[in-house]
């Protein structure tokens, strides 16, 4: 009977483990089994392989896009479609500390209505910064949509660096344009409102179109940094009637110092032009401390039309030649610019809010009718070639803009939103892919997350006369709209900050401290922490602060090691700070609970990290230390039980220090000094040990005095020291012979 049962029981956890864990059963061990298995196509592996990235392998194009009314940036890679990192731009982002650091939060609050820090955005159209009409891979722009500001990135570090709040646009539209060599970033309002934010009247509404100066450092600026600027003191906007706005582009190559944009108002639709080379040289008024041109100005001199269109249109994009601009349209036109330009020459008699209104006909190439639902447009590499997205008729359409013909088109799974190729608003398209959002991902072609749906952005082949859909990614914490590409390699991002670097100012931060200086500054009941990370060590270890003290810790991480960045909070006080290698940054709070605070590094940055520790001990109000607390006395066994602790460590430190001799004549026998990531490291390595000498003497100091407990404990500190410097000498020296091994090949 027992023997039966178990026997029955053994059978039912064979059977479980069959049912359960089938991958287990059967082992896919090549292509055809694995296929088989799958039921897969040789379509469905083809595209796999045409997606896959093997390890160390780098993606041709990095894709940024605007998450919507995340308010954060998103970026990955094209092909593998792998996501790399999420960059707060209008909204906090906890993982980098931004908005949650002392210079982020500024940087957040001074972009913002009225000093309050705007925790939300809306960004749907980045733009690329640009030189000659390329992308020159620096910077990055976004527009919030929902509270009118303008954000600056740079890609140097993938950081949002300028947050400006529009003087005028309550709305703006959450798209940027940027001219051929950044001299502006364009945005625009988007629904008419009054720029005076006490005016409700609707006669008094406004629309308009702000030309935002952007500078580049020269180098050797007294600022010393990489980061351009927005300069609000050489901006201006043009003065518009209240129209509704909708995505624009900036002129290029013949029609560069023009700018086109859709525009609506009373049910009719238009694209309208602004010669913004002549507006801005035209007499402005000052509203607001904003230079603002009048709309009268404009029309007086000539440097705006309105083209009048049979239908609402998405947006208009400027051809890679620059002579022609699309309006995207069920029926998409063919502007010619040069018959525009003729024509806002010559005067138009037709006008609409004194703006001279031109016949779609007069101007037009041609057009072509591409299907129902049209949304977006992007150009190929193929001479003259522009692929349109048709959301209802659910298709990619291929069409020649020279000759108004289609060419190729693929009928898709889903209905097709915001196009985008990779350089595809450049002068010189060169992509092989495109990507597709889809807005809709339908349940039954995705598994259920709830009754909230994350976007999705297809990758479609392009390389091909025939259009191939590849592969699906689905992008959570967004609402994908538009995004922009660029090859990886144009970009150029920075491995470590000089040390001490404010990241969002580009400035060596006032509160830079380097080992060695660490310490606590008091005035009443402002306190300033200044102190340092490396690993494995936060110092100070111990910060005593008093009840309702404003407490910052100024922390500089001093490593120089590739991605060593520490993180830092202090428990139940709700702060965190990111720490790159060589960034200073600083959190501020009131210490307003009594009692002992844990901090601690919360990134993962070496075996040792839960190491990096220590604690804030907040003394409650009216506190009296008494005199047992501050001075413990040993007793004869503790004091012998140091000494022989003291005496251990000893010897450990001259051993550390023999591997420490050992990794240096390897060095210096190989030339480290000749690599420069191997050189970086060692200056990293001994740039702690050369600051440890004071450590040394207080150890001895002590030892000297028979005072073992605290000869003990500094030992203890110096060790930390050395045990860095060899982990960073040992990581030296294999990259280094990495490095030797390879010139010998
Ligand atoms: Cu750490």
New binding site residues.
């Given amino acids: 009977m027992i023997h039966s049962l178990r026997k029955i029981l053994i059978l039912g956890i064979v059977s479980l483990m069959v049912f359960a864990f089938p991958q287990y059963v059967s082992s896919q061990q090549n292509l055809n089994d694995v296929k088989k298995e799958r039921g897969l196509n040789d379509a469905n592996v083809l595209a796999a392989v045409k997606t896959f990235m093997p390890r160390g392998g780098r993606d041709e194009y990095l894709s940024f896009i605007a998450s919507g009314n995340a308010g954060i940036m998103i970026v990955y890679g094209i092909p593998s479609m792998r996501i790399y990192k999420y960059v707060g731009v209008f909204t906090p982002e906890p993982w980098q500390g931004y908005g949650f650091d002392d210079e982020s939060s500024l940087l957040l609050k001074k972009g913002s209505k009225d000093d309050r820090i705007e925790t939300y955005g809306d960004m749907r159209y980045p733009a690329l910064s640009e030189t000659n009409g390329n992308y020159n891979g620096k910077y990055l722009f976004y527009s919030d949509g929902a509270n009118s500001r303008i954000a600056l990135l740079g890609l140097d570090d993938y950081e949002t660096s300028q947050v400006i709040q529009h003087p005028l646009f309550i709305s703006c539209f959450p798209g940027v344009a940027v001219t051929p060599n950044t001299d502006y970033a364009i945005q625009t309002s988007q629904f008419p409102a009054a720029w005076d934010i006490k005016v409700t009247d609707p006669s008094q509404f406004k629309a308009g179109v702000t030309f935002w100066a952007f500078k580049e450092p020269k180098s050797g600026d007294a600022n010393g940094s990489h980061y351009g600027r927005i300069i609000k003191e050489k901006s201006f906007t043009v003065e518009l009637p209240p129209f509704t706005l909708g995505n624009f582009d900036a002129g290029k190559e013949s029609s560069d110092g023009y700018m086109f944009g859709i525009a609506s108002k009373d049910g009719k639709n238009y694209v309208y032009v602004i010669d913004y080379n002549k507006a801005k040289t035209l007499k402005t008024i000052d509203v607001n401390n904003t230079a603002v041109v009048p709309l009268k100005e404009v029309v007086d001199a000539k440097a705006i039309a309105l083209i009048a269109l049979p239908a609402a249109a998405k947006s208009v994009k400027v051809t890679p030649d620059g002579k022609y601009f699309i309006s995207t349209s069920d029926e998409s036109f063919v502007f010619d610019f040069a018959k525009v330009k003729d024509a806002i020459a010559k005067g138009e008699s037709t006008k609409i809010d004194d703006i001279p209104v031109i016949a779609a006909k007069d101007v037009a190439k041609g057009s072509i009718k591409l299907g129902k639902g049209v949304m977006d447009c992007s150009f190929g590499y193929r001479k003259n070639s522009v692929y349109s997205s048709v959301y209802n008729d659910k298709k990619v359409i291929r069409w020649n803009y020279n000759t108004l013909k289609k060419d190729d088109e693929i009928t898709l799974t889903f209905k097709p939103g915001n196009i985008m190729i990779p350089q595809g608003e450049t002068e010189t398209p060169h992509s092989n892919y495109l990507t597709v959002t889809d807005k809709e991902g339908l349940y039954k072609n995705y598994p259920s997350v709830g009754p909230v749906r994350p976007s999705f952005q297809h990758l479609i082949d392009i390389s091909s006369d025939n259009m191939t859909d590849l592969y699906t990614m689905s992008i959570p914490q967004a609402n994908m709209y538009g995004s922009v590409g660029i090859l990886r390699t144009i970009i150029k991002p920075i491995i470590r900050y000089e040390t001490g670097t404010n990241s969002r100012t580009g400035e060596i931060s006032e509160y830079k401290t380097v080992a060695g200086q660490e310490r606590v500054e008091r005035k009443g009941n402002r306190v300033h922490i200044f102190g340092t ?1 490396i ?2 060590h936060i110092v100070p270890e111990i910060v005593r602060v008093n009840q309702g003290d404003v407490v910052t810790f100024h922390l500089t991480n001093l490593e120089r090691a590739e991605d060593e960045t ?2 830092f909070t202090v428990d139940t006080y709700g702060k965190h700070g990111s720490y790159e290698p060589g960034k200073t940054a600083s959190l501020t709070f009131v210490a307003d609970r009594a009692g002992a605070f844990p901090y601690y ?1 919360t ?1 993962f ?2 075996a040792l ?1 839960l190491e ?1 520790e220590g604690i804030l001990m907040v003394k409650p109000k009216g506190f009296k230390e008494t005199d047992e607390a501050k001075d413990v006395k040993l007793t004869a066994e503790e004091q012998a039980k140091y000494k022989k602790d003291y005496e251990a460590k000893l010897k450990v430190l001259s051993g550390t220090q023999d591997v420490i001799n050992g990794v240096v004549k390897y060095l210096k026998d190989n030339n480290y000094q000749d690599y420069p990531s191997v050189k970086a490291l060692v200056e990293d390595a001994f740039a702690q040990l050369g600051q440890a000498g004071p450590v040394k003497e207080k150890y001895e100091k002590y030892a000297k005095e028979g005072d073992y407990y605290n000869a003990f404990l500094w030992a203890e500190q110096y060790f930390q020291y050395q045990v860095k410097t060899a982990d960073v000498g040992l990581r030296a020296k294999e990259l280094l012979s990495d490095e030797v091994s390879k010139k010998k090949k």
């Fill in positions: 990370m690993r494995s520490h993180g590094c990134e940055c070496s990290h990096m």
